[in-house]
Every structure is written in C-alpha cells, then in structure tokens.
C-alpha cells in the first residue's frame, strides 16, 4: 500500500489489567502465580464452569427452539430476577413498578449504557469516581462523552476509607453530576463503606441532588447476596433516583458469556417507562439487543428452587474459599518471619486487596518468581490456593527484604 490510512496510528498503551492477562499465559515459569485479572480460581488452580450454570446450559439447549433476537432490553424474566436480587422480590420498587432494567454485556456493557444515559439523555456532565477505582471507569465513561473526576475514598496508610475527607468532597458536588459507588467488594481496595456510612451518602444524595450510580459486580463475595444488596437497598429506600451495573461474571461464574443488566430506578412506573423507552435507544446505538446465552443460562437458574439453591451453595463455597486464602496468606507470611502486618487484609471483602506492595516490588515478583499482579499492588486473592501459597509467600518475603 502506497499511504496506509493507519500509518499515523501510534502504539496504545497496555490495559493495566486485561494485559496482564495476555502476559500471564506467555509466562513460561512452571511455578507461574496469576493474582491479576478479577477472576475466581479454584483450589487447582482452575477458573471452573459452576454445576449449577452446566445444569442450566444442559436445559436451555435441550428446550431452545430459536435464535431470534432478544427485545433491545432483553429478556424480560431476567430483568424481573435481576430486581429481584438486587432489592429483593417485595421491596416497593419492585412491586411499584419504579425500575427499569437492561439487559447488558457484562456489567462493561451496563456502565456503558448508564454513561450513555447520563451524558445523551440527562445531559450530565462529570462524573466522580472513587480514589481509586477499577482503571476501566475512566475509559468507560469517557468514551460515553463524561468527564470523570475523583473523589477521595482510600487512606493507604490507616487501609481505611478517609470518610470525612469523602463526605465533605460529596457535600460539594454540583447537583445534575453523577457519583459512582461499588456497591460491594470495592475493586481494587476490598474497603467497604459501614451501614452507617452509607446512610450518610445517601443523605448527601438526597440533599446534594447529584446521581449516584452503583457498580455492583461482586454481590455475594462480600457475604450474602442479600446482605451485599445494603447499599443499593439503603438508595432504593431513600426515594433517591439511581442507576445500578451489576454483572453476573463473578457471581455465576460466567465471564466469558458477558452478562450483566442495568438498572434505572426512577419515581412512579410511569417515569420508569419512559426512562426504558430512552434507554432502549441507547441499547440500540450500541449493541442493538443483547446477547442471549448467559442471561438465559442465569434465568434458568433463578427460575428453579432447586438450581438457585446449588447457585447459592457454590457461591458460598467460593467466598468462603477466598476467606481462607485470606487467612492463611497472613499466617504464611507471618510463619515465615514477614514483620509488616498483613492482617489488614483478614478486614477487606471480595477478591481483592490493595497489598501495599509497591510496583518496583510488583515487578520483581513477575520478573523473578511469575507471580502477576496488578501494578498497583492490587492481588486477586482468589488466585492464591493451598499449593501456591508457600511459593508466592516465599517470594513475597524475598522482594519484601530487598
Ligand atoms: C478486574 O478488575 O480484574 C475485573 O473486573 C476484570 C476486568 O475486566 O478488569
């Protein structure tokens, strides 16, 4: 070709994340340790299909009679679970009618859709984040045409949230901007706010006039899918209008199939339906309709006592694995003579934790011994097991000394 059109195109930087991933599976050493990308792994080591999610799939492929397209929402029975989960089947904005649920590729999509709401619909401007979030929001929202702003959130020092620093930052946002929340299993810090801190951010809410819009991707890692719901709830019963990206990646394990839903809760059925008629316009500009299989596989499931109940057992069994991971990482390291106190880490929810490991020990772990995380020091405990813990804590105490 004489001029390419893409001549000009430079070299984007690496996804602090997803890269990681790329670089982990090139990782030739035996004894290689992925603390990286937010996926759950098994005591082998393996990243496994749930029984409940295989039953499920075993169904829908000896019942399904088409591929037609899905409504621009998706399938109605999961957006109704979907509110079900999210503020339980009686709560009045169920039964009043008052959400207006998407069906999204994974909780990415879900965000996506509530940027594109946010700035095309409302006109918002700014949207304000967490310090720090999941890098992934800044590129998310600014490619829905947001600015995106910080707030203050994680005191690394104390490892615990600057919440007076925070509220006095929310009592000055504009209202009309957006303010993003985890309602969970914050990511990357694994600090989450208190009931009564969160009671005060809804107060502030209420009183400030500002969105608040609750990434949701981790509900049942913290403790009971009903007890990770607080948050959302404490929003919902506020009579605070809101939006809610939940993903179901981590909690039925299905990642790759890109299930997810947004959430718009508004103030009667009737302003609910005409936020879904708008936000179905968005879903059309963008992915049309969504994709089927995983939310027909997490409609199966919530549709059947017996499924929900095994999804519920695998659940815990994935939490509470990642509870002893936890546990047994600080004692290991303790065992073998680390004097920093890692027990801040037995505090923290979900799968991850900010170590505190610095990036020029980050690198050392990789270069040396083929343990990834994230440049930040953020370890996904759910990749720890009891046959890799000797190796990573070894080498943790090894780049500690250096
Ligand atoms: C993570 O934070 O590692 C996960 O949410 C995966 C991702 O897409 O970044």
Not at 288 to 298: E, F, M, R, W, Y
Request: proline content about 5%; some cysteine; overall charge neutral.
């Amino acid at each position: 070709m004489s001029s390419s059109p893409f001549a000009r195109v430079e070299q984007a930087p690496p996804d602090p994340i997803l890269s990681l991933a790329d670089l982990f599976r090139q990782e030739t050493n035996p004894k290689k340790v992925n603390l990286g990308v937010g996926i759950y792994l098994n005591d082998q080591g393996v990243n496994p299909v749930l029984k409940a999610v295989k039953q499920a799939e075993k169904l829908l492929l000896e019942q399904e009679t088409t591929k037609n397209y899905l409504g621009m929402d998706g399938d109605p029975d999961y957006g109704r679970l979907t509110q079900h989960l999210l503020f339980g089947a009686d709560h009045p904005v169920v039964k009043d009618k008052r959400a207006a649920t998407l069906h999204t590729p994974g909780g990415t999509g879900a965000l996506r859709a509530g940027g594109d709401f946010l700035r095309g619909v409302l006109g918002v401007k700014t949207l304000w984040v967490s310090d720090p979030t999941w890098p992934n929001h800044k590129g998310v929202f600014n490619a829905a045409g947001l600015d995106v702003k910080t707030y203050p959130y994680y005191d690394a020092a104390a490892n615990q949230i600057k919440f007076s620093e925070m509220t006095a930052a929310l009592a000055k946002i504009p209202a009309g901007d957006a303010v993003l929340f985890h309602a969970c299993c914050h990511n990357p810090t694994g600090i989450d706010p208190t009931t009564a801190q969160w009671k005060d951010m809804v107060a502030l809410a209420a009183k400030g006039g500002w969105i608040p819009f609750i990434d949701f991707a981790y509900q049942g890692f913290g403790g009971e899918p009903e007890a990770d719901a607080e948050s959302v709830r404490l929003f919902a019963g506020a009579g605070v209008g809101f939006l809610v990206a939940n993903s179901y990646s981590k909690n039925f394990g299905l990642y790759r199939e890109r299930t997810g839903a947004l959430t718009l809760v508004a103030a009667d059925a009737a302003e609910a339906g005409r936020v879904m008629s708008q936000a179905k316009l968005t879903v059309r500009a963008n992915w049309s309709n969504p994709p089927a299989h995983g939310g027909l596989a997490v409609k199966t499931i919530l549709m059947d006592a017996a499924l929900t109940q095994l999804w519920r057992e695998e659940l815990t069994a994935m939490r509470e694995r990642i509870w002893s991971m936890r546990k047994l990482f600080v004692k290991t390291l303790k065992d073998k003579g680390v004097q920093r106190d890692f027990s801040f880490l037995e505090k923290q929810a979900g799968m991850f934790s900010f170590s505190g490991i610095s990036k020029d020990q980050v690198l050392a772990l990789r270069a040396k011994y083929g343990i990834y995380m994230v440049e930040n020091g953020r370890i996904n405990v759910a990749g720890m097991t009891t046959g890799n813990m000797d190796y990573l804590c070894s080498a943790v105490a090894d780049v500690l000394k250096g």
